[in-house]
C-alpha cells in the first residue's frame, strides 16, 4: 500500500501549528486566554532553572508575549483553573483533565508504597497517616515544616526523611494536592481543598481514559507514533496505545502516513485524516526569531526536534565544563520552522542586565547582520520576562 507522505518542511509546519508555533506569539497572556493555551498545549513543563526564565514562563511567553509569570500563579492559585502534577515531569494541567490522573494516581499507589517502604521501613506507613492528620487539622505545609530527621543512609531520593517521603506519596496519588508556590516552593493541601468540585468528582472507567489519552496526544502532536502517544502524558502504556492505534486504524478514525525526517529518511506514523487533509494549506509560519525554553513541548522529546528539525540538543548541567561543547543551559533559536542555533545567556539582576555570553549558529546557517537585529529585537522584547532593562553582548560571543 503507498501511504501518503509528508515532506519534511510540510511535517515540520503540521507539527509547529499542533504546537502553537507557526502564529505570532499575541494572546492576553493572561485568565482565561492563557488557560486556552494551556489547554491547547496539554500540559507546561515546570523547572526550577532560572538563569533567564523559568522554563514554564519561557515556554508561554514564547506563545504568548503579553504573558508575565503572575498571571500563571492567579490561574493555578486563585482560579484553580490548572493543577500541578506528573506527565513525563513535573507540570501545570489544566483542571479539567484532572479525572484522567486517577488512573495514574492508581498505578502509582502500590508501586510507590513498596518502594518507599524499603527506603525508610515501617516508619514511612504511620507517616502517611500522621501527615494527612497534620493537614487536616492545620491546613497546608511544605516539605520544611514535615519532619526533622533525614534518613539512615542514601536513598536516591535525596535522603527524605519519612515525612517528607509520605507527603512527596500522598501528592503522587492524588490524596494531596499542591495548592500554591511562594518562590518556588511547594504548599501542599488535601485535594478537595484545591480541585474544583466538577472535576474532583468525576470519575472515568480505564477504557476512556485509555481512548482519550490517545485522542488528546494525536491532537497535540499533530503526527506520532504509538510511543510518542505514550509518552506525551506518561499516562497508560505502550501496550494500551498499541492496540487504541490497531482499533483506530481498522475504524478508519486515523490514517498511516510517511513523515520525512530532515536527513531525508522516512518514517511511519498516525495522524487524523483531517490533518492530512489540510497539511499543505497551513501557509508560512511567522518569520520572526524566537528564544525558547529548552523544556518547549515542541523540543523535549530531543529525538524527535532531531529527527524533524535536524536539530541535536541536550542540556550540559552535568557535564564536566571542560568537556562541555555548549554552555550548560543554553536557550534553542526558532527562526520560522527552522532551528538556527543556540544562545548562552544570564540575567545579571544586580545590573538588570541580560547578558548574551555566546551564541552558536548550526551549521547551515549564517548568521549576518540581519539576523543579529532580528534577535536584537526579540531579546528586548524578553527583558521584562528576565527582569532587566538592558542587553549587553560579550566582545566574542559569535561562536
Known sequence: ??????????????????????????????????????????????DSVNTMARAHDLILWSRQN????????????????????????????????FPYWRLRFARDRDRLRARWKNWHGAAFHAE?????RRINDHGAVHSAEIGEKRAEKSTGWWDWHPSKAALEYLWRTGELAITRREGFRKFYDLTERVIPPEHLNAHIPEDGVIDWACRSALDRLGFATPGELVAFWALITPAEAKAWVDGALKRGEISEAMVVGADGAPRGVVLWPRTLARAHDLGDPTPRLRVLSPFDPALRDRKRAERLFG?????????PEAQRRYGYYVFPLME???????????????????????????????????RQNRLAVELHRLLPLAGCDSVAFADDFLK
Not at 502517611?128 to 494527612?132: F, G
Not at 536539530?311 to 557535564?319: L, P
Request: with cysteine; net charge neutral; charged share 25%.
Open 128 to 132: 502517611i497517616d500522621t501527615v494527612l
Open 311 to 319: 536539530f541535536s540538543y541536550r542540556i550540559e548541567i552535568f557535564v
Open 336 to 370: 520560522g520552522d527552522r532551528m538556527v542555533g543556540r544562545i548562552d545567556m544570564r540575567a545579571d539582576r544586580e545590573t538588570s542586565c541580560l547578558r548574551v555570553r555566546a551564541l552558536w549558529p548550526e551549521a547551515s546557517i549564517s548568521w549576518g547582520q540581519g
Open 66 to 97: 503579553a504573558y508575565r509569570p503572575d498571571a500563571l500563579r492567579a490561574l493555578n492559585d486563585r482560579d484553580r483553573a490548572t493543577f500541578e502534577h506528573w506527565t513525563h515531569d513535573a507540570a501545570v494541567i489544566p483542571a479539567e483533565f
Open 1 to 46: 500500500m503507498n501511504l501518503p507522505i509528508l515532506d519534511n518542511q510540510t511535517a515540520r509546519r503540521v507539527f509547529l501549528d499542533a504546537h502553537a508555533l507557526m502564529e505570532r506569539p499575541i494572546g492576553p497572556g493572561r485568565g482565561a486566554g492563557l488557560a486556552q493555551l494551556i489547554t491547547r498545549l496539554g500540559f507546561v513543563q515546570v
